[in-house]
C-alpha cells in the first residue's frame, strides 16, 4: 500500500488520451501549415458518396495517407488515377480516431508531361490491344447528311468556325451539344454528348443526326488531357453515328483522334469534311443532267428507228386476217346441216326406249330388297356394339370395390399418426432447448448485474437526485448521499469535501479512494 500510495505522488504529468492527440494535431499542423509533397497516387477508387476522395501517396520507401475534400475536387483540373505521379500541395494533421497522420490536399497537379504521357501511352497499349483503333471497325461518313451534331464549348470561335463554314459550302442543321472542352469535367461532358447524341429517336422531336463533329481548339498536354479520358474513347468507339475528331491542332493528338472514324487537321477541317460544296454538286448535277437528257434522245430515236424497220417486214391485216375468215365462212356452211342430223339422232333414240308399269314394279321391288338388306345389317351392327359396351361394362364393375380404398384410407391413418408422435417429440425438444437457453441468460444476467459487484463488498454511492457520483470530486460538504449495499441502502451525509488533485483514473463505485484525505460520512 506504501508503494502504491508513492506511485501516485510522483510529479509526473499524467495526460488523457484526447489531451495527447490534440498536442500531437497542434504540433504537427503548426509545424508542417503548408507542404508540397511529390509521390505516385496509391489506392484511389474515385470520390466516395460524400464527395470526399481518400487515398495515399507513396514512393519506394514511405506511404503517406491524403484525403481531398469534396471542395477542392471540383476546383481540380484533372482528375486523379490510380499510379499517376502528381505534386500535392497542402497542409499535414492527425486524425485522432486512428492515431495517424495524413495530407490535406488543396492542389493536385501531375508532375510532368513526362508522367502524363506515360499514362496516355498505357491508356493507349490497353485500348489498342482490344482493338478500338482498328480501321476495319470505323465507318464511312455520309455524303451528304441532313444533321450535324457538334460537340464543342458554345462560347469559343471554334463553333462559329465550323457554322460559318458549313454555311458557306452547304447549308444545314447544326445541333450544338455544349461542353466544357478544358478541365476536369471536360472528359466526362464530352462523354454524356456523345452517348445523348446517340440516345436520340431518328423519328424523335430532336431529329438525330447523322454525324458527329467533336472540336477543340489547340493548347497543351493538361488543356487537351480531358479528350484522353478512357470512358470517352470508348463511348466514341461504341457510338452508332459517325465520329470527327477536330481536337488541337495538326500536331496535337489525343485517343479521341486515333478512335474516332476521321481525324480532321482542324476544327475548320472537320466542316469541310462533313460536308461538300453545294456550288460544285450543282454543277456536276447540271452537268449530269444534260448528259442523261443528250442519253434519253439518243435512246429514243434509235428505238423509233427499230420500230419502222420492224413494220415494213410484218405482213398487212388482210394478209394476216384471209385464212381465219375462210375457215368461219366453211364453219357456217356446215352448221345448219350438222344440226338437223343431230336432232334426227336424238329423235330416233327417244323413241326406241319403251315406259311401262312392270318395268316400273321391277324397280320398286330391287329398291325394296335393297333397303331390306340395309336395315337388316343396320340392326346386326347395333346390337353388336350394345353386346360389346355391355361386357366391357361388366369387366369394368368386377373391378371396383372398397377394399382399395379402404387399404389406402388405413395408410394414411397410419402415416398421420406417426406424424402425430413426431410432432409430439419435437415440440417436447424445442421447449427443452429453449428452456435450457432461457437458464442461460438468466445466468449470464446475474454475472452481468450490478447486485454480484455489490455482494462482493462495494457500495453504489447517488447524491439526493438518485444520479450515480463516479468521482470524489463531485462530493461536496454536507451533501446528502444514498448507499446503496447489496442487502438494502443507507442514507450519509459528508463531512468535508474532497480535495481535489489532478485527475488519476479510479473505478467510481468504491466508498474510499487512496490518497482522499476527508471521509465521505
Given at each position: 500500500?506504501s ?33 508540397r ?6 489506392g ?10 481518400y ?75 482490344e ?28 463553333i ?6 458549313i ?28 452517348t ?76 469541310e ?11 456536276t ?57 343431230s ?34 345389317r ?7 356394339i ?13 373391378r ?12 394414411q ?11 409430439d ?31 462482493r ?59 482522499n484525505?476527508?471521509?465521505l460520512?
Amino acid at each position: 500500500m506504501s508503494e502504491a500510495a508513492s506511485e501516485s505522488r510522483t510529479n509526473a504529468t499524467e495526460y488523457t488520451v484526447s489531451e495527447i492527440s490534440g498536442a500531437l494535431k497542434r504540433t504537427v499542423e503548426d509545424v508542417f501549415g503548408n507542404v508540397r509533397v511529390r509521390g505516385e497516387i496509391s489506392g484511389y477508387r474515385g470520390p466516395h458518396s460524400s464527395g470526399h476522395a481518400y487515398f495515399a501517396l507513396k514512393d519506394d520507401r514511405a506511404r503517406l495517407d491524403a484525403v481531398v475534400w469534396k471542395g477542392t475536387m471540383s476546383r481540380l483540373k484533372f482528375r486523379p488515377e490510380e499510379g499517376m505521379e502528381v505534386i500535392a500541395t497542402g497542409k499535414l494533421t492527425t486524425y485522432p480516431g486512428k492515431s495517424n497522420y495524413q495530407i490535406v490536399i488543396d492542389n493536385l497537379e501531375p508532375a510532368g508531361a513526362g508522367a502524363l504521357m506515360a499514362l496516355l501511352e498505357e491508356r493507349k497499349r490497353r485500348l489498342q490491344a482490344e482493338g478500338l483503333f482498328d480501321a476495319g471497325r470505323k465507318r464511312r461518313l455520309p455524303f451528304m447528311p441532313r444533321v450535324i451534331g457538334v460537340v464543342t464549348s458554345p462560347t469559343g470561335s471554334v463553333i462559329r468556325d465550323i457554322i460559318h463554314r458549313i454555311k458557306d459550302r452547304f447549308p444545314l442543321h447544326v445541333l450544338v451539344w455544349p461542353v466544357r472542352v478544358q478541365g476536369e469535367t471536360s472528359g466526362v461532358e464530352v462523354t454524356n454528348a456523345v452517348t445523348g447524341f446517340n440516345a436520340l429517336a431518328w423519328d424523335g422531336s430532336i431529329q438525330r443526326p447523322d454525324l458527329l463533329i467533336v472540336a477543340r481548339g489547340g493548347g497543351s498536354l493538361e488543356d487537351l488531357w480531358g479528350f484522353n479520358d478512357e470512358a470517352l474513347a470508348r463511348a466514341v468507339a461504341a457510338s452508332g453515328i459517325p465520329v470527327i475528331s477536330a481536337v488541337g491542332h495538326e500536331t496535337d493528338w489525343t485517343l479521341i483522334d486515333l478512335v474516332a472514324d476521321v481525324r480532321a487537321p482542324t476544327p475548320t477541317g472537320a466542316a469541310e469534311i462533313a460536308v461538300p460544296v453545294k456550288a460544285d454538286l450543282e454543277a456536276t448535277l447540271a452537268s449530269l443532267g444534260a448528259r442523261l437528257k443528250a442519253a434519253v434522245l439518243r435512246n429514243f430515236e434509235r428505238k423509233r428507228q427499230a420500230a419502222r424497220a420492224a413494220a415494213r417486214a410484218l405482213p398487212s391485216p388482210d394478209q394476216l386476217l384471209a385464212l381465219p375468215r375462210r375457215r368461219l365462212d366453211e364453219a357456217t356452211s356446215r352448221l345448219g346441216r350438222g344440226l338437223s342430223v343431230s336432232v334426227d339422232r336424238k329423235r330416233a333414240r327417244l323413241q326406241g326406249q319403251r315406259l311401262t308399269p312392270a318395268t316400273l314394279s321391277r324397280r320398286m321391288n330391287e329398291a325394296r330388297t335393297l333397303t331390306g338388306r340395309d336395315l337388316a345389317r343396320a340392326q346386326a351392327a347395333f346390337f353388336a356394339i350394345v353386346r360389346e359396351r355391355r361386357a366391357r361394362f361388366a369387366r369394368t364393375a368386377t373391378r371396383l370395390s372398397p377394399a382399395p380404398i379402404a387399404r389406402r384410407q388405413k395408410l394414411q391413418a397410419d402415416t398421420l399418426a406417426a406424424l402425430a408422435r413426431r410432432q409430439d417429440r419435437v415440440i417436447s425438444l424445442r421447449l427443452e432447448r429453449l428452456r435450457g437457453q432461457l437458464s442461460q441468460a438468466e445466468r449470464l444476467l446475474t454475472t452481468l448485474s450490478h447486485k454480484a459487484v455489490l455482494a462482493r463488498g462495494f457500495a453504489l454511492v447517488k447524491d439526493a437526485d438518485g444520479a450515480v457520483i463516479k468521482q470524489a470530486a463531485d462530493v461536496a460538504s454536507g451533501m446528502a448521499l444514498s448507499l446503496e449495499f447489496a442487502d438494502g441502502t443507507a442514507d450519509a451525509v459528508a463531512t468535508s469535501g474532497a480535495a481535489r488533485p489532478k485527475p488519476v483514473a479510479r473505478p467510481a463505485t468504491k466508498t474510499k479512494e487512496p490518497g482522499n484525505q476527508g471521509s465521505l460520512f
